[in-house]
């Protein structure tokens, strides 16, 4: 097989180098985000057009290859890279135009955050989407996309008007709220199941800036700080989202307004008062700024895992679970994590969107971090244990690009039965001998 697929990479004449072991820049091209991801994969690609991809997918295909789509490289688990196999990294095609007339962004298949918001947010425009400057568009808009503007201006997949995609078949085809309408709900919530998206086109909002609220509190007032921050958090406009962080520094509690500048103070400042001893205040902070502040503390190559889901809200023992597992987290940098959400999250209808859980309001994540290869097996255990703890069964539906684990069962419960099913039909029809496999799979059911 592995014969036959660079046979084929060679005959369908690609634009772009096959990248093979042995070449100067196999070991960087391999790499992705997550350090514990060290694959092998029998060749690279880097297409430059959709023909390219085209050709790629097509040879892959033919040859019953491994695939992997490599957009930002962010995938926890590793999906975007494979052993043996063929990865089309699409990280040449990330070009972002705006057109100011129509209010719209088209945007590379393998663009960043940081590409769209440097694009966009001195234009006075934003699309909603993650908070960390170098996580892909591909991945993070396919599977939903959350961050700082979503109780504002709802998911990043609500932004999105229409995308460009290569099939299983090597046919490329549009799907938008009127053409491949089915395909269109599929790829809003449903990862890269359906293809490989080159072109997304977003609609953009206005924006005019934030003031953000950075406030750490030393551990020992986490339970009440944590109660009094959901407290607090009911009931806000959706100019205000408020995130908090648990690690062996303390509670990080930050809070950003995007509405009337006059209005930030009284709504951020009670966020520096939940408890004694915090250190921080407001400041005016440049979005770009608040999208990289964390790039550092998520740099590439460490080691990581993470499992999340949804709360309706912070429950008094998701708080007790928080401070217990804080005081065994194997390393200094494990940490917990929470979001808010609510606000235009909650507009679009549950069935609207391959997305399942509108009615959450809040995102939490168990993810510790790591350097060492000895630490893997504790460092996996306690966040594991840890995000069985936080889950709420309560609560439907689970967000699938946020999950260090892989297997059928996540997809089948993120969705619930009936869009799995739905999914799954489609699938069938688009990529029945499941060449897209390398994500939270949903396999092909008629
Ligand atoms: C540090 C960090 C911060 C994050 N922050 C946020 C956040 O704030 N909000 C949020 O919602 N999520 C966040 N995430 C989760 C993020 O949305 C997922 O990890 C997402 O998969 C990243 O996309 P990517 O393109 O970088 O990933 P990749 O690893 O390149 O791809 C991941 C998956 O998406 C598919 N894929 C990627 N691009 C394409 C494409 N163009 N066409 C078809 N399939 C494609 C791949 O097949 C693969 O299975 C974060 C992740 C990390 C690691």
Redesign the pocket.
């Known amino acids: 097989m592995s014969n036959s697929l660079l046979d084929a990479l060679t005959a369908a004449e690609l634009h772009c180098p096959v990248i093979v072991a042995g070449h100067p820049d196999y070991d960087r091209y391999r790499r992705?985000?997550?350090g514990i991801a060290d694959r092998r994969p029998l060749a690279i690609v880097r297409p430059q057009d959709v023909e390219d991809v085209q050709k790629a997918v097509c040879a892959a295909a033919l040859c019953g290859a491994l695939l992997?789509?490599?957009?930002?490289?962010?995938?926890?688990p590793g999906?975007?890279t494979c052993n043996d196999g063929l990865v089309i990294d699409?990280s040449l095609i990330r070009s972002v135009v705006i057109d100011n007339h129509a209010q719209t962004v088209d945007v590379g298949?393998?663009a960043l955050l940081g590409d769209l918001d440097r694009a966009t947010i001195p234009k006075g425009y934003i699309v909603p989407?993650?908070?960390?400057s170098h996580?892909?568009?591909?991945?993070?808009t396919?599977?939903?996309?959350?961050?700082w503007a979503s109780r504002k201006y709802g998911l990043?997949i609500d932004s999105l008007l229409g995308a460009e995609i290569v099939l299983a078949s090597g046919d490329v085809t549009w799907t938008s709220p009127t053409w491949n309408p089915e395909l269109f709900w599929a790829i809003r919530g449903g990862?890269?199941n359906f293809?490989?998206?080159?072109r997304f086109r977003f609609q953009l909002h206005p924006f005019s800036g934030i003031v953000a609220g950075q406030w750490i509190y030393p551990m020992e007032q986490a339970r009440k700080v944590l109660s009094a921050l959901r407290d607090l958090a009911r009931g806000q406009s959706r100019d205000f989202t408020v995130s908090f962080t648990a690690s062996q520094s303390g509670i990080n509690v930050t809070a950003v307004w995007s509405g009337d500048t006059g209005l930030a103070s009284a709504a951020l400042s009670p966020f520096g008062a939940l408890a004694d001893g915090a250190r921080g205040g407001l400041e005016n902070l440049s979005y770009l700024t608040l999208q990289s502040r964390n790039d550092v503390a998520?740099a590439w190559s460490r080691r990581?895992y993470a499992k999340g889901g949804f709360w309706s809200d912070i429950s008094d023992q998701a708080i007790e679970h928080i401070i217990g597992a804080m005081a065994h987290a194997p390393t200094f940098d494990c940490e917990i994590y929470a979001i808010q959400l609510g606000g235009a999250v909650g507009d679009m209808a549950d069935d609207a969107t391959a997305y399942t859980g509108r009615d959450a309001g809040f995102y939490w994540l168990s993810e510790p971090i790591w350097d060492d290869i000895a630490d893997d097996d504790r460092c996996i255990e306690w966040g594991r244990t840890t995000g069985r703890l936080l889950s709420d069964p309560s609560i439907a539906g689970n967000?699938v690009?946020?999950q260090g684990d892989t297997g059928s069962n996540i997809a089948r419960d993120a969705y619930g039965p009936e869009k799995y099913q739905r999914l799954a039909r489609l699938k069938a029809r688009l990529d029945p001998a499941n060449l897209?496999r390398?994500?939270q799979n949903i396999e092909p059911q008629e």
Do not use: D, K
């Not at 992997?68 to 926890?76: N, Q």
């Not at 996580?135 to 993070?140: A, D, F, H, R, S």
């Not at 293809?195 to 080159?198: E, K, Q």
């Open positions: 992705i985000w997550n992997a789509v490599r957009g930002g490289g962010h995938s926890l999906l975007s699409l298949g393998g989407a993650g908070v960390i996580t892909g568009i591909g991945g993070l396919l599977g939903g996309g959350m961050g990043t990862g890269g293809g490989v998206v080159t998520f990581y967000y690009n946020e897209f390398l994500n």
